[in-house]
Antibody
């Protein structure tokens, strides 16, 4: 059974940093692209960032480019999102999602999310 | 970047009704269009991939069609458990975009 468990969320002041983690199990992690998708309270889904199986292809939404960094550790079956210079508008539930065999595949499984609140 | 225009933003229908949601891309995306269902308080779930392919285990009352810039998502006979928000999603050049979502309610 595919499982994705996000962690690392919390309350952080504007301008500070936070690192999210996603622990994956139930599939061959290093075969698949992975993504972060967020959802602000009461709002729709926003793709944040994605990374291919070997980290060779990485993409970011314009809203986070230059502030967020996605990475993965295939030996640990883990995905990460380093978030710097956080803003109030980054407040959201952050989901980890399993992608396809290539970067452009579907998001076939999702975790339950970790909540990030940016506030002073 | 490619923009996705999804409509309507909300929809009220009766059990048994045929429900249709549309999604329009700002440029040709071939068939790189997926549909997700999100129930309140839950993570999204993949329903349709590559415009018209039903994900394994998804009921056959759900279907998708279209290519290029215009896409349609249909529920052939609305069931009470279909109450959710539905999103289209496209992929292009290391970038994904979701539609604004359609909140479906029972009349």
């Amino acid at each position: 059974e595919v499982q994705l468990v996000e962690s690392g969320g919390g309350l952080v002041q504007p301008g500070r940093s936070l690192r999210l983690s996603c622990a994956a199990s139930g599939f061959t992690f290093d075969d698949y692209a992975m993504h972060w998708v967020r959802q602000a309270p009461g709002k729709g889904l926003e793709w944040v960032s994605g990374i291919s199986w070997n980290s060779g292809s990485i993409g970011y939404a314009d809203s986070v480019k230059g502030r967020f960094t996605i990475s993965r550790d295939n030996a640990k079956n883990s995905l990460y999102l380093q978030m710097n210079s956080l803003r109030a508008e980054d407040t959201a539930l952050y989901y980890c999602a399993k992608g396809g065999l290539t970067f452009g595949g579907v998001m076939s499984y999702w975790g339950q999310g970790t909540l990030v609140t940016v506030s002073s | 970047d490619i923009q996705m225009t999804q409509s309507p933003s909300s929809l009220s229908a009766s059990v048994g009704d045929r429900v249709t949601i549309t999604c329009q891309a700002s440029q040709d995306i071939s068939n790189y269009l997926n549909w997700y269902q999100q129930k309140p308080g839950k993570a999204p779930k993949l329903l349709i991939y590559d415009a018209s392919n039903l994900e394994t285990g998804v009921p056959s009352r759900f279907s998708g069609s279209g290519s290029g810039t215009d896409f349609t998502f249909t529920i052939s006979s609305l069931q009470p458990e279909d109450i959710a928000t539905y999103y289209c999603q496209q992929y292009d050049n290391l970038h994904y975009t979701f539609g604004q979502g359609t909140k479906l309610e029972i009349k």
